[in-house]
């Protein structure tokens, strides 16, 4: 009793691989942002277990998977950040670093850039523009 | 009919009603499971002196008996009950102390019996209350044995409230409190092959020790256990000789003792901080368990370090201690 999955049908976060994909990417997404340079004074002393799930959340919505993120919850909880100095080049790194975990996965890059653009949305809220 | 105070209200039973209807009829959320004094999810605690029913206290540890913890799904009341939700914290149980001497010049090592039986895991941490009601959090650095006993290491501290005190005035006999262990730096059952890294500072070798000697007694861990324990000088080392032993039975478990100080004998200790040592020597940490205990920006910088070198965070076990 085999289905033909149709991809044409298959929501963005069926096509990814769902939660499964989301817990692999985590991982790997996650290690990136706090190896690189740019960014990864913005985790200086948070608790890792909970920065991982809230990195769960972000790649859950932008994977078109099931989202509990308001642009509220965004603009409050970056708006520290923003003081610290987050801007857009920031921002650019980070949707970089997702880009390269989902080429690490094996992931096409058709799928990529509509993962991009979902995240790209949240811009605005993150930044408090 | 009598009146029961809880959450700063006050509420009449009606004949033949348990405290757990009292409360329920006025919407108080109050947790509960069988209603039958068995499974214990409602256990309550009631403020007055006047003890509670006997009958309502069905199961429970003698010590919680004695501090008037009740179940009030099998309580009828006789006297009007000021009550409360127990908090872990609260529950306190009888210890007696069995043996005290120096690990080093700054560590005691101290041995409690517990009148109960009691569960815990090598590795999880306890509250010990003096009689002047001074708490502490110590970690379990035994696996569960039958005579009881919980063995802690004690760092002792210059002003140390109550280390000074398990210094000064601890003898052999005294009674002692202590509560339900707990938090999560264990063994967990399961992939023994895995290899293991720990590493802890100071007085961070207690929950260690434990975990390893369960790692190894109990549970026959197959991966290797690689354990390094640092201190500034060589004096804040401690259990030296029992742990070269334990690698010399154990061929999978390796041991090394780190001092980051000048001065030391570098043919016995490595020379270094252990956990720049141990990251140092293990680059790749891909499927390994990890164990930090000992001070918090150590913890927090290995347990970040470990991660960017591979291992899981499901997989980093860590236990900060405040000293």
């Known amino acids: 009793m085999s289905e033909i999955l149709n991809t044409a049908n298959a929501t963005l976060f069926e096509q990814l691989g769902g939660e499964g994909a989301v817990n692999a990417a985590v991982d790997i997404f996650y290690r990136k942002v706090l190896a690189d340079q740019r960014i990864n004074h913005f985790f200086d002393g948070v608790d890792m277990d909970k920065q991982a799930a809230k990195q769960k959340a972000f790649l859950t919505m932008a994977f078109g998977g099931p989202a509990n993120y308001s642009g509220k919850d965004m603009r409050e909880g970056h708006a520290k950040l923003v003081q610290m100095g987050l801007n857009d080049s920031h921002f650019d790194a980070v949707i970089e670093n997702l880009a390269a975990t989902l080429s690490e996965l094996g992931v096409s890059a058709e799928l990529i850039g509509q993962v991009a653009a979902i995240a790209q949305t949240t811009r605005a809220d993150v930044l408090g523009k | ?323």
């Open chain 2, 1 to 323: 009919m009598t009146r029961i105070k809880f959450d700063d209200q006050f509420f009449e039973t009606e004949p033949s009603e348990t405290v757990l209807q009292t409360l329920l009829r006025h919407n108080m959320q109050v947790p509960y499971g069988c209603r039958a004094g068995v499974c214990q999810s409602c256990l309550m605690r009631c403020l007055d002196e006047t003890p509670v029913p006997a009958t309502s206290q069905m199961g429970l540890k003698a010590s919680q008996q004695k501090e008037n913890y009740f179940l009030p799904c099998i309580c009828l009341s006789e006297n009007d009950m000021s009550v409360i939700l127990p908090h872990a914290d609260d529950v306190w149980l009888d210890g007696r102390v069995v043996d005290k001497y120096a690990l080093s010049s700054n560590v005691m090592l101290l041995k409690i019996q517990s009148k109960e039986p009691l569960a815990f895991f090598a590795g999880q941490f306890v509250n010990l209350r003096n009689k002047a009601g001074v708490t502490r959090s110590y970690s379990i650095a035994t696996i569960p044995n039958a005579s009881h006993t919980l063995i802690f290491h004690i760092r002792i501290l210059p002003h140390g409230q109550f280390s000074r005190w398990v210094a000064d005035e601890v003898a052999i006999g005294m009674s002692l409190n202590f509560s339900q262990a707990q938090g999560s730096c264990h063994y967990i059952e399961g992939k023994s092959e895995q290899p293991l890294l720990l590493i802890g500072t100071g007085t961070g070798l207690a929950p260690l020790y434990g975990i390893i000697r369960d790692a190894l007694e109990n549970h026959h861990h197959s991966g290797d256990i690689h354990l390094f324990h640092g201190s500034r000088d060589a004096t804040g080392l401690y259990f030296e000789s029992k742990l070269h032993d334990m690698a010399k039975n154990h061929t999978n478990f390796h041991y090394t003792p780190c001092v980051s100080g000048e001065n030391s004998d570098q043919t016995i200790y490595m020379k270094g901080r252990a956990n720049q040592i141990a990251l140092e020597k293990f680059s790749q940490l891909n499927g390994w368990r990890v164990y930090l205990c000992g001070q918090p920006d150590m913890v927090l910088q290995t347990k970040k370090m470990a991660y960017l070198q591979g291992a899981s965070l499901k997989d980093i076990y860590a236990d900060a201690f405040l000293s």
